[in-house]
């Protein structure tokens, strides 16, 4: 009785710390910038931006280091072919702030010239240092115009996201490392080393769009984070073969 009593109890404990249970953000405290119209929908937990404009982020309260945000992106229309995504480390007002620094994820469904350069399908993340106008840094990521391209994804780096189809998306944010998933894959993963600095700047989680309209973010989930690197093995499962070696010298005794 006493093996299978510690057995059940290591089984309980593995449940326990095996599973992260997401909690679902209220966006209605949330904060928009720049030239977009965010309409919250019912539920409270999802947006959309419904006008093509110059880029515009809607942002949320506090900071956002050490956790996790998931949920889904949709384009809801055939129409254009532009810029949506997330920024991380933002500040109000930092679309126009000379001073700012944050990191821009942005992802383009085709390739098109403006600016006497061309704005590039697919997904990257970009480090801002400066303003964030409709000019040839948020197109086609200009490092003399404040926004120096990090990083392109791994499989999306060249491939834009498709018309009025759903992709699933976490962002995890700690000091020293952002990472992007989209489908379960990890595409995006950088350092602050890689960004040129010994840690990111804290700040907001936001949705970022430019030249898009009709993007929906929905069922927006927010957890702490998992430890630096990819998703740990949980904290349980290494508890477990310990509480299976107490069986046996349970059974040996017996």
């Known amino acids: 009785m006493r093996a299978i009593s510690a057995l059940a109890a290591a089984a309980a404990l593995f449940a326990t710390t095996a599973s992260a249970v997401p909690v679902a953000v209220d966006l209605s405290g949330w904060t928009s910038e720049g030239a977009g119209t965010w309409t919250v929908q019912t539920g409270n937990d999802s947006v959309l931006q419904t006008q093509n404009g110059s880029p515009t982020v809607f942002y949320s309260a506090g900071n956002s280091q050490g ?3 998931a949920g ?9 072919d532009d810029f949506i995504g997330f920024v991380l480390g933002y500040h109000a ?5 000379a001073s700012a620094d944050f990191l821009l994820i942005d992802w383009k469904q085709l390739n098109q010239g403006l600016y006497s350069g061309t704005g590039t399908a ?8 400066g303003v964030l106008g409709d000019n040839s840094g948020a197109w086609w990521h200009d490092p003399t115009n404040n926004v120096n391209e990090i990083q392109r994804a791994a499989t999306l780096g060249a491939t834009g996201w498709a018309d009025n189809t759903t992709y699933d998306f976490e962002l995890v944010f700690q000091p020293t490392v952002a990472q992007v998933y989209v489908n379960g894959a990890l595409e995006l993963n950088i350092t602050a080393a890689d960004a040129g600095v010994t840690s990111f700047n804290n700040g907001a989680f936001g949705f970022y769009n430019y030249s898009q309209p009709n993007v929906l973010y929905a069922g927006i989930t927010e957890e702490t984070a998992p430890p630096l690197g990819d998703v740990p093995l949980p904290a349980g499962a290494l508890l477990l073969p310990a509480a299976l070696l107490g069986l ?3 059974r040996r005794r017996a």
Not at 72 to 80: A, E, F, L, M, N
Not at 122 to 129: E, F, H, M, N
């Open 122 to 129: 697919g997904l990257a993340i970009s480090r801002v240092t």
């Open 67 to 69: 956790l996790a945000l």
């Open 72 to 80: 889904q992106i949709t384009v809801q229309t055939t129409s254009d």
């Open 93 to 97: 007002g930092d679309l126009s702030n």
């Open 248 to 250: 046996g010298a349970l």
